[in-house]
């Protein structure tokens, strides 16, 4: 069933099926703040007690897309001869903060109910009507899928560029799990380095260090999530054939699976300090700070979209 519904000024839609219960705020970010798994009774997803905590820290609750994520020191780049200016929403650090659409506005455009299971689509136009259109002056849409079926929720994530210039881009998830009243664990399937950040900005240096073994979550059976303070980026890599993070619940056995295509270059491990009942696996393809550094694209994942061109990616949740 898909229900849509206004609340508190945004517009959201809600989907139940036999074994998923999601709410989707398409006036925000087309932003999943909520999915219960109805066979465990599990949430899954960190999910705001309001929509004015939501509008407060879009970026912290659900699955936020950012475009672009991580920090842009000066909130500024040059490229191709072109300066790109982004607004300034982190000045204690002099930064920009995942980028342009936190919090922004989309439209739903398509929903599906079959025997199959669930469909909602939604776009958002980035064009010259647009606020920050003048420091990032690029025609482009996006396209966000969700398919709710029996086993599994996809998400399918479309860019199109619709300018006539090439464009460079990154895209990530802030994607913030719900962590079991009962003790869990983590694993994500990262390198044995991750990036060296600055202090206390939390700008990438441009070198990669080894982790420590209080820093591995990429052994087999991971780390327990406890609530000591998390928060690294390490370059993803595909082990047994997948690149996922899964988080085990240690008393019913239960696993989250959260499994994303190679598209996504690194994973952003964070808690926010720890003990808070979350834990953030964010599935990115540039490096905070992308443009700034003097690294090549295939290190910092800056990716260049050519006009009348689309990209995708998509990433799956599977309780197991």
Known sequence: MIKEQFCDGEHLVEVTTS???????????????????????????????????????????GIPLLFPPGRIDGGKFRWNGRDY??????????CNLHGLLCGASWKL??????????????????????PYYAGFPHEFKLELTY?????TVLQKTTVFNCGKEDMPFGIGYHTAFRLPSEPCRIMATTADQRWEMSDPRRLPTGRLI??????????????????????????????????????????????????VDEAFSLWALWNDGGGKGF??????????????????????????????????????????
């Not at 200016?85 to 002099?94: A, G, H, Q, T």
């Not at 398919?147 to 086993?151: L, S």
């Not at 420590?212 to 406890?226: I, L, S």
């Not at 599935?283 to 443009?291: G, M, R």
């Open 85 to 94: 200016i982004f607004p300034l929403n982190e000045p204690e650090n002099n």
């Open 147 to 151: 398919y709710f079926t029996e086993d």
């Open 109 to 130: 455009t398509e929903t599906m109910e079959d025997e199959t299971g669930v469909r909602i689509k939604m776009t958002l136009d980035f064009n010259p009507d647009h």
């Open 210 to 259: 080894a982790l420590t073994d209080d820093e591995r979550f990429n052994v087999p059976d991971g780390r327990d999530a406890g609530i000591a303070a998390v928060g690294m980026l390490c370059p993803a890599i595909t082990q047994n054939g997948f690149r996922d993070a899964v988080i085990t619940s240690c008393a019913r056995g239960t696993e989250i699976i959260y499994e």
């Open 279 to 320: 834990f953030c696996v964010e599935p990115l393809t540039w490096l905070s700070n992308a443009p700034n550094l003097n690294l090549p694209p295939e290190a910092t994942g800056l990716q260049i979209l050519s006009s009348g061109h689309m990209w995708h990616c998509q990433c799956k949740i599977i309780v197991r």
């Open 19 to 61: 074994i998923w219960t999601a709410k989707i705020v398409v006036s925000n970010n087309a932003n999943m703040i909520s999915l219960r798994h109805e066979p465990t009774g599990m949430d899954i997803l960190r999910t705001p007690e309001s929509m004015t905590e939501l509008r407060k820290t879009p970026e912290r609750y």
